[in-house]
């Protein structure tokens, strides 16, 4: 097994939403609740979850854009969330990110070419270099050297998406976190942006962790996926098997609503989630899955279930995981 | 089957500064009853442009249509404004993508859907009733409660039902959904179409679907019509699309849905971009991408070309591209 590039246990967010009278009934907004997760060098990683499930602020975490309330987040062996802030400088050029919407991360009134070399020169690279490499990104994420002095207004949302990709390519990290890189593209553009970063993973050996809540794009880019269901992992395991035999029943249904992209399976996969998630302020005992699921029983309500193995690599935490009642074949869109 | 909707030729052209910008070029079509129609195209392909128009819903002021729009063998665009108040809603129903946008933020919910109801000259007490039948009909959880809110306080899936819950108020025979669920977490998608369909289902309304989401359109559609650039390339029902796309373009989009793992090969991409609409006049939109192209693609528009039954092609190729299909 190559050596961890993202690795944290048990890690823990809690916003404060209201003080109350002198601390008493203060209330939190549990958004990451412990949650594990490795990633080696090289690994595509997709996390898929609804709105509010605590995806994004996971990847704030990892990308140190917000403290963790309990434990903390190793990037390459070294502990960020705790780290002198000389070396956070170094580190987070280290993890890189490419948000959802690129046309409201880019800035306006600079050219692409200044959106491009402004994080080397925060840190000081020269006028010139900075230029060169930021050619030199631009050539890498196909476009041509004449868009330097466009601005972003004046470029198409792929086109847009490129250059968010070359900023976050210039300071040669070894992590790259994309948050719904392609949910704003339409679908030939789509397929392109995924290609180039398949493309980009390849050549420099580069480390993804994608967000994404669409099902299709985690089976055809990802190595390897994480359900996020508020606040926590509920299963985790090669894409392939986990899109092939999900376990639980949360991603069962995540699979059944994911549109399935051949009409003559259409009454397949019937087993629809019903309701919305619930909130992360109130939280019941025992599963938090309970109250939209179809398998609960007493225990489900009493008790958290702890991750157990499904198969080798596979895990899910779910009271009936391993009895088999929720492994039944599914398949997604072939 | 009875035809409700045919739209015969229509164009709609933007006057701009220097002359006239041709957003949908001759889209012909027709919907019957109780069939779901799919819009299908990438963003800036008109497919809005059509809804809007077929629902005279357009700015007003320097766009010029031509061609029919019939509903029930009456063309729309021959119909004054006031007629047209009577068509809205009361005939053809209509939902867009962002329903915060399309409710009155200082209204609740319930008395929104009770508005529409009392247009039809019901009592009060009758309208509450029936909205309040209608929010349990569009499966709101708790509906005496969600009438009282106020949009804001309701989720985005709960804001869409309450459209939904409008739109039937008036029983229209014709549903336009421009985008639906766009905006909307998947499982929540996946239960306002499954609304969308049972109501199809129980009331035999048309729909006509207007979304970029192949998977929707996979699931529900009938039958699908591919647009691009403001052209009509390719109409067939849903297998007919899905197992044998014929047009260029169709074909290539795709192949470039991601349908397999990566081990599989690269997703098919299609080189070049989506021509500007003041740069494009005569012929076929997608020539400039397209892998058969030849001279006269750039000059005349593309014949429709039938594949049989319903399935429609508009290319100058037939050959070529039936030929290539097998490739």
């Known amino acids: 097994m190559e050596k961890p590039v993202i690795e944290l246990h048990g890690l823990k967010k809690y916003f404060s939403i209201s003080k109350g009278l002198f601390g008493f009934g203060a209330q939190q907004v549990r958004a990451v609740d412990g949650v594990d997760l490795v990633i080696s060098k090289g690994e595509i990683v997709g996390l898929v979850g609804e709105s509010g499930s605590g995806k994004t602020t996971l990847a704030r975490l990892i990308l140190n854009l917000t403290k963790p309330t309990e434990s903390f987040i190793r990037i390459n062996g070294t502990d960020i969330s705790h780290a002198p802030r000389r070396e956070l400088k170094k580190l987070r050029g280290e993890v890189a990110v490419v948000f959802q919407d690129p046309g409201g991360n880019l800035n306006p009134r600079l050219t692409v070419g200044r959106s491009i070399m402004r994080p080397m020169r925060i840190r000081g690279v020269s006028r010139k270099d900075a230029y060169e490499k930021a050619l030199k990104a631009l050539e890498i994420v196909k476009m041509d050297p004449m868009y330097m002095d466009t601005f972003p207004a004046q470029l198409s949302g792929g086109q847009q998406q490129r250059i968010a990709i070359a900023r976050a390519l210039v300071l040669d990290p070894q992590v790259m976190i994309l948050d719904e890189p392609t949910s704003a593209l339409d679908i030939s553009v789509q397929a392109q942006v995924l290609n180039l970063l398949l493309d980009l993973q390849e050549q420099m050996q580069l480390t993804y962790l994608i967000i994404t809540h669409d099902l299709n794009v985690i089976n055809y880019v990802c190595d390897r996926v994480f359900v996020m269901y508020l606040g926590k992992i509920v299963e985790y395991g090669t894409s392939a098997e986990v899109l092939r035999a999900p376990a639980h029943p949360y991603t069962r249904g995540l699979m059944a609503a994911s549109p399935n992209l051949n009409p003559r399976s259409r009454e397949k996969n019937a087993e629809r989630l019903s309701g919305d998630p619930g909130s992360l302020i109130k939280l019941s005992p025992g599963c938090r899955f309970a109250p939209r699921c179809h398998l609960a029983t007493d225990i489900c309500r009493r008790e958290d279930p702890q991750m157990r193995e499904v198969s080798s690599g596979h895990c899910a935490a779910c009271h009936f995981a391993e009895s088999g009642v929720t492994t039944k074949e599914m398949s997604l869109s072939l | ?327």
């Open chain 2, 1 to 327: 089957m009875e035809e409700l909707l045919r739209l015969d030729h229509l164009s709609v052209e933007y006057q701009v500064k220097d002359g006239y910008l041709s957003a949908v070029r001759d889209v012909s079509l027709t919907l019957n009853r109780g069939e779901v129609l799919a819009i299908v195209g990438e963003s800036g392909c008109g497919k809005s442009t059509v809804a809007h128009a077929i629902m005279r819903l357009l700015p007003m002021h320097n766009e010029r249509i031509t061609g029919g729009v019939f509903f029930k063998g009456e063309d729309l665009t021959k119909y004054t404004e006031k007629q047209m108040v009577k068509v809205r809603g009361k005939k053809i129903g209509m939902i867009f993508q962002n329903p915060l946008d399309s409710l009155n933020p200082v209204y609740h919910a319930g008395s929104q859907v009770e508005e529409a109801i009392l247009l039809d000259g019901k009592a009060k007490r009758q309208a509450y009733d029936e909205t309040l039948q209608l929010f349990s009909e569009v499966r709101m959880p708790d509906p005496e409660k969600q009438m009282q809110r106020f949009p804001h306080e309701l989720s985005g899936g709960m804001r869409q039902r309450v459209m939904i819950a409008m739109m039937l108020s008036r029983n229209p025979e014709l549903l336009i959904a421009d985008e639906p669920t766009t905006a909307l977490d998947v499982t929540i998608e996946a239960q306002i179409m499954d609304i969308l369909m049972r109501l199809k289902q129980e009331h035999n309304t048309a729909v006509l679907l207007i979304t970029h989401n192949f998977g929707i359109v996979s699931e529900t559609a009938d039958r699908i019509a591919v647009m691009y650039a403001g052209q009509l390339v390719e109409q067939g029902t849903v297998y007919e699309i899905f197992d044998a796309p014929t047009h260029p373009y169709t074909r290539l989009l795709l192949r470039a849905l991601p349908r397999h793992p990566k081990t599989d090969g690269r997703l098919q991409t299609i080189d070049g971009a989506v021509p500007r609409l003041t740069d494009v006049k005569n012929g076929c939109r997608f020539a400039n991408r397209c892998p058969l192209a030849k001279d006269i693609c750039f000059s005349y528009d593309p014949p429709a070309n039938s594949l049989g039954g319903t399935h429609i092609f508009s290319c100058h190729f037939r050959e070529e591209a039936l030929a290539w299909k097998n490739l």
